[in-house]
């Protein structure tokens, strides 16, 4: 079974800094890992994800995050945010040894003020 | 294109009324889920089909009746629902073969039961 852990339910910052929202997973087999966005009334939108490769992974919207293993983490990191950047963010993880159902955390809010 | 449509964006029914969701995709996936979603908390998967036919059904009372007529079209249609099932009512829709594990999601339709 998996299991996603993001540390923080909200996040708020100034515009312009830089953020990290954190994800922990938890699993016994090896998983593919993903980044969502979701701003207000509105579906969800892939940011990032990881497969398999570089650890580091580039996203849209200037995000990025770092797969580690050993710590089994996929945080989120963006060095200069906007106040467009406030919504739900949510780290998702998958089996990648087939199978249909995407484990989702809780969620982080960030919000991002002027 | 990689869009998931879903109408109506928005519907309010009684607990007596009967009305249906519709999602359509025209990016060949042939998987597509039906995913609810209560304010501030992810998305719980409700049924997914592949390939036209029913594979995972999560445990969802029967008031929910899911249908995929073609490769393109999913519909969620309801009968007697419960003011508990407002939510939003996320679809979305995945390739089957390839590594391109990516789910595109709709933007959901808004429920309100009344």
């Known amino acids: 079974a998996q299991s996603v852990t993001q540390l923080d339910s909200q996040v708020p910052v100034f515009e312009e800094a830089p953020v990290e929202l954190r994800c922990n997973y938890s699993s016994s087999v090896s998983v593919y890992l993903f980044w969502y966005v979701q701003y207000p009334n509105q579906g969800l939108q892939l940011l990032l994800k990881y497969l398999s490769g570089s650890t580091l992974v580039k996203g849209i919207n200037g995000f990025e995050a770092e797969f580690n293993k050993s710590q089994t983490s996929f945080h989120l990191r963006k060095p200069s945010v906007h106040i467009s950047d406030t919504a739900e963010y949510f780290c998702a993880v998958r089996p990648n040894t087939g199978g249909f159902k995407t484990i989702f955390g809780a969620g982080t809010r960030l919000f991002v003020k002027a | 294109d990689t869009e998931v449509t879903q109408t109506p964006k928005h519907l309010v029914m009684g607990m007596t009324n009967k009305k249906s969701l519709k999602c359509e995709q025209h990016?060949?996936?042939?998987?597509m889920y039906w995913y609810k979603q209560k304010a501030k908390k992810p998305p719980e998967l409700m049924f997914v089909?592949?390939?036209?036919?029913?594979?995972i059904n999560e445990s969802v009372p029967s008031r929910f009746s899911p249908e995929c007529p073609n490769s393109s079209l999913l519909n969620l249609h309801l009968h007697a629902l419960q003011p508990e099932d407002s939510a939003l009512y996320l679809c979305?829709?995945?390739?089957?073969?390839?590594?391109?594990?990516?789910?595109?999601f709709g933007p959901g339709t808004r429920l309100l039961v009344l």
């Open positions: 979305a829709s995945r390739r089957l073969a390839g590594t391109l594990e990516t789910q595109y």
């Open positions: 089909y592949s390939y036209e036919k029913l594979s």
């Open positions: 990016m060949g996936h042939r998987a």
